[in-house]
């Protein structure tokens, strides 16, 4: 159970504390006086907030059901004002004379949709993009129409994408060929040679500054990408002597995604600024210095260097890039380059919110306790009732441990044979009654003891939620990425339960147990206990990164219903998009079944089933419209 430690009445407060929506939301996520989530398209102007239920009514209206992929286009679109104007202060505040050109990297989130929005809005700014493949740089060609905004190429690359590159340079796109691999060189001033086409060059760098965080392998020395200083260095010798050194523009380098501590990021601008003015020196015409991504969410909220927020804020990171830049370069009095930066993650995690509603409840409670024990019983059972009888707060660890042996002593007797089913059954029920009381205990001290970490997940019960780890929040399964998640109704009521989030799909790893904290990552999520009729929707926030990208199929569940909301200046919203998710015979499809072979088969053994007298004909049409509607069906559960 969830108590407040004082005995006043439950607040919104109370519920934007808990959930911490003030801190990781930005300004774009807030709690209405009726206790419902409400996004803020303006970043807290609270005049155009939107409640997240009333929206959903519309999606349901809209005959789609959850779980809904919710993209607010308004968030994006201020996005990327935030970081284009932070730069632009930062530039004038430190008469910085260069240039800042932003680049979203489509590996971030492919959807047409988002590129098409990225592309859109960011054309006000020369809003690039930054492909790492054939398919992206194709993808990237057909829909950024701005010559004055930069098409990075990264990634290997074969004739083909080379090709691509360089025409693309010559109908006009500010096209950027970055090396990655020194034998890339050869192949590109071959196909430069052929085509007739002088190509604007870039080369990515690896760099001896690492930063912390869970994707650091992009950056050090030992990188798998970019060339070392040796390489680099031979690079501009060949360059040299087939009198194309003008053509080389930009340097790149990428220090990680979702870097935590601002002091990383400084440590590799100084390092990078010495490489450009480097190959400055060397005769380079140069002009652009791409720092790659990085930039990170403040996915819990904590504005730490932790692993899932970040030490600084968006301006701060402006004016650190700017000052460092200047600081370095002026040293030699390098010309001030362009600043490019391949910021996707922040650019796009906070457009997209998943909607989904919990299908069902396992709840952890306790049996009443008899008023006596059987005669005759095992005595690690009487123990068990002693240790729960005198339980309090000085002997609090002791009876804990105690619980543990007695408990693993009845198990040990029950395996060979000693120790009867129910008697089991009683010695385990009393076990948990010591665990709920050691837990109630526990809220009375000031420091918990190590001893009792996992003691609330132990005890929490599991909500049954309609969505997919794998498919939509795949980094909370691999790599333990912790996103904001709450209820988005209710929160003028206490929540009276802890819970851990369980998927539909038929995996012990199909599970969300780390919930954002202001002090560190927590085991359970408060959540309210289910009404009859009522469906409980929650809400997990700021996945609009990769999470598309690298969901995949487990147990068949495909991509989800997608809706985009936009709006207007009145704070009125529109539907400006509906995505349909996928359907089973789509993701049927996607694992190489034969549909139409599937419905044959299944006709065939039904007519089978007739002549055996085992269905009616009446029944066998039910059962091919049965299998018919499956197909067409959502591949998640549907009310």
């Not at 006000?124 to 492909?131: N, P, V």
């Not at 990021?265 to 003015?277: F, G, K, L, Q, T």
Request: charged share 25%.
């Amino acid at each position: 159970m969830i108590k407040k430690e004082s005995l006043e009445r439950w607040t919104i407060e109370d519920a934007a504390d808990i959930y911490g929506i003030r801190n990781w939301g930005a300004g774009y996520f807030d709690i209405s006086s009726d206790g419902n989530v409400v996004f803020l398209p303006c970043r807290k102007d609270e005049k155009k907030s939107i409640s997240l239920t009333e929206i959903i009514e519309g999606i349901k209206a809209r005959g789609l059901d959850m779980p809904v992929l919710l993209r607010v286009g308004n968030i994006l679109d201020s996005q990327i004002s935030l970081l284009h104007e932070s730069f632009r202060s930062a530039i004038s505040k430190f008469s910085y004379k260069g240039e800042y050109r932003g680049v979203y990297p489509i590996k971030v989130n492919q959807q047409q949709q988002v590129l098409e929005e990225v592309t859109r809005f960011g054309r006000k700014y020369h809003h690039g993009l930054e492909a790492g493949s054939k398919a992206e740089l194709i993808a990237a060609i057909s829909l950024l129409h701005d010559p004055d905004a930069c098409l990075i190429c990264n990634g290997y690359k074969d004739e083909e994408f080379i090709d691509l590159a360089l025409y693309a340079t010559k109908m006009g796109y500010k096209c950027f060929i970055v090396l990655e691999m020194p034998g890339e060189l050869d192949m590109l001033l071959e196909r430069s040679e052929k085509l007739g086409i002088a190509p604007l060059l870039g080369v990515r760098v690896k760099l001896a500054s690492r930063a912390g965080g869970h994707w650091t392998e992009s950056g050090g020395d030992r990188s798998i990408f970019g060339l070392t200083i040796s390489e680099l260095v031979d690079v501009i010798d060949k360059l040299k002597m087939k009198n194309m050194l003008d053509r080389l523009m930009l340097l790149h380098y990428h220090l990680g995604s979702q870097i935590p501590n601002i002091r990383d990021i400084r440590s590799a601008v100084v390092e990078a600024c010495r490489v450009y003015s480097g190959i400055v020196q060397e005769g380079a015409a140069m002009g652009y210095l791409d720092l790659g991504g990085g930039l990170a969410v403040d996915y819990d909220g904590s504005q730490t260097n932790y692993v899932n927020s970040r030490n600084y804020t968006v301006d701060e990171y402006c004016a650190d890039i700017i000052e460092t830049v200047i600081s370095t370069l002026d040293e030699n009095q390098i010309p001030h380059p362009t600043i490019v930066t391949e910021s996707g993650r922040a650019t796009v995690a906070y457009y997209s919110v998943l909607l989904f509603n919990v299908l069902d409840v396992s709840r952890f409670e306790t049996r009443v306790l008899p008023e006596s024990l059987p005669e005759g019983i095992n005595e690690n059972v009487i123990n068990l009732l002693d240790a729960y009888k005198s339980i309090n707060l000085k002997n609090l660890r002791e009876c804990y441990n105690d619980a543990i042996f007695y408990r693993d002593e009845i198990r040990q007797l029950f395996k060979h044979g000693d120790v009867s089913l129910r008697d089991r059954a009683l010695a385990e029920n009393i076990f948990w009654h010591i665990m709920v009381a050691v837990s109630k205990n526990t809220q009375n001290m000031k420091t918990i003891p190590h001893d009792f970490d996992g003691l609330d997940a132990a005890l929490a019960d599991t909500y049954y939620c309609n969505f997919s780890v794998f498919q939509s929040l795949p980094d909370s399964w691999a790599i333990g990425h912790v996103f904001p998640i709450m209820p988005i109704h209710r929160l003028n009521e206490q929540p009276s339960r802890k819970a851990i989030i369980a998927d539909i799909t038929c995996d012990c790893d199909g599970k969300i147990d780390k919930f954002i904290d202001a002090h560190n990552v927590r085991n359970t999520l408060p959540v309210h206990n289910l009404k009859a009729d009522d469906e409980y929707y929650l809400g997990a926030f700021l996945v609009g990164a990769y999470q598309e990208t690298l969901g995949d199929l487990h147990n068949l569940l495909g991509d989800t219903n997608v809706v985009t909301i936009r709006v207007d200046e009145n704070g009125d919203y529109f539907f400006v998009g509906e995505l349909e998710g996928d359907s089973v015979s789509d993701v049927l499809t996607y694992v190489e079944y034969d549909i139409k072979a599937m419905k044959t088969r299944l006709r065939e053994s039904a007519e089978d089933a007739v002549r055996k007298k085992r269905i009616s004909v009446n029944e066998r049409a039910e059962i091919l419209k049965a299998f018919e509607d499956g197909l067409n069906g959502y591949t998640y559960f549907e009310r």
